[in-house]
């Protein structure tokens, strides 16, 4: 079986960056890219708030820039993604999906978080066929139509703001009677013609012959006004939030009750010897490609201490 002496699983800003580190540490590293290469920032378009870009930078550019990168720092990349785990001892067990295993030495647990679902049964049946949770991947298929995007909070401002560029008309459906999002997003919402923000409204179904061709919405669900209807619509984004992919660690490393990976104070360990944790998979609360790229980088310091007390 292959060992690996500094194994990174995961390829966003986290990831890359622990690569980039610890290749220039001449740790030769190897990164396993998982479903998503580039991560979660692949799933943007724009990002304007990454430093050093003063006009911004395109979302897949950026993320091949780190990339390339981390290759000239000697990273290896393996497009696989992580099925199991063995964490109870060094060296560490990973096993992946084309059936491939290896040990490590140290782990670099950089796999972020995957968008949120309702649960509806619906959002199952129109999988592919109207309900998305990217705009930036999906959006393309609804110009000049009708989409409603669900969420309050930044990334369903985002979403609504960029759907809005492409469809005819917007829906912004809203649980609470206010949006959860920073004031600029908000603005951005709120000053658009093409968005119809429909505040205190939950879906409570799809329904369409060939693909989603409406939902079924409540205001103010359990209230004494409350009202169901149907929206018609060609497309339903889910911007609801993020859950973090540290299921095949949790019998290992703490986490907090949503599955957010604790850390030792401000620091990457884990309390599991020589395995760390960076990046939107151990942060409930920045889950910023810059704070994940500077974990990152911390995690490959620490992995570096690590490998010299060996
Ligand atoms: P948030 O957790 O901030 O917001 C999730 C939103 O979805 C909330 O409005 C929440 O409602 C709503 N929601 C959650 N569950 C349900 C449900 N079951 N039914 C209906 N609505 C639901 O997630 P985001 O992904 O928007 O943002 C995550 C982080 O990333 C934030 O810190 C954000 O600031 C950041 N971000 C920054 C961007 C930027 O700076 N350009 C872009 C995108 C994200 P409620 O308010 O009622 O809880």
């Not at 930078?57 to 390339?68: G, K, Q, T, V, Y």
């Not at 109207?130 to 309050?152: E, N, Q, W």
């Not at 119809?196 to 693909?211: A, D, M, P």
Request: negative net charge; glycine residues 10%; hydrophobic residues 40%.
């Amino acid at each position: 079986m292959k060992h690996i002496k500094l194994l990174i699983l995961g390829s966003g800003p986290a990831g890359y960056t622990a690569a980039i580190y610890a290749g220039r540490s001449g740790l030769t590293p190897v990164l396993y890219e998982g479903l998503q290469p580039g991560g979660q920032l692949t799933t943007t378009t724009e990002v304007e708030n990454f430093p050093g870009f003063p006009e911004g930078i395109d979302a897949n550019e950026l993320m091949d820039n780190m990339r390339s990168q981390a290759e000239r720092f000697g990273c290896q990349f393996v497009p696989n993604m992580a099925v199991k785990a063995d964490l109870s001892k060094a060296p560490y067990h990973l096993w992946f999906d084309d059936n491939s295993e290896v040990t490590c030495d140290c782990l670099i647990i950089a796999t972020g978080a995957s968008a949120k679902y309702l649960g509806l049964a619906d959002e199952e049946k129109y999988r592919g066929q109207g309900v998305s949770a990217c705009a930036t991947c999906d959006g393309f298929f609804y110009r000049k139509k009708t989409v409603a995007v669900v969420g309050g909070g930044d990334t369903a401002c985002e979403e609504a703001s960029y759907l809005a560029g492409l469809a005819a008309k917007v829906y912004l459906i809203v649980r609470k009677p206010y949006l959860r999002a920073t004031q600029i997003m908000q603005e951005r919402v709120l000053n658009n013609p093409k968005i119809e923000v429909l505040f205190e409204h939950n879906t409570v179904g799809l329904f369409g012959e060939n693909g989603v061709e409406g939902a079924h919405v409540v205001y103010r669900k359990g209230e004494t006004d409350e009202r169901r209807y149907d929206i018609a619509i060609d497309g339903f984004f889910l911007a609801i939030g993020h859950r973090p992919n540290s299921d095949l660690f949790t019998p290992w490393v703490k986490t907090d009750e949503t599955g957010y990976i604790l850390t030792e104070g401000d620091s990457p360990r884990t309390g599991v010897p020589g395995v760390f944790a960076a990046g939107d998979v151990a942060d409930p609360h920045y889950r910023q490609g810059v704070v994940a790229a500077a974990s990152g980088a911390k995690a490959a310091i620490e992995a570096e201490r690590y490998l010299a007390t060996l």
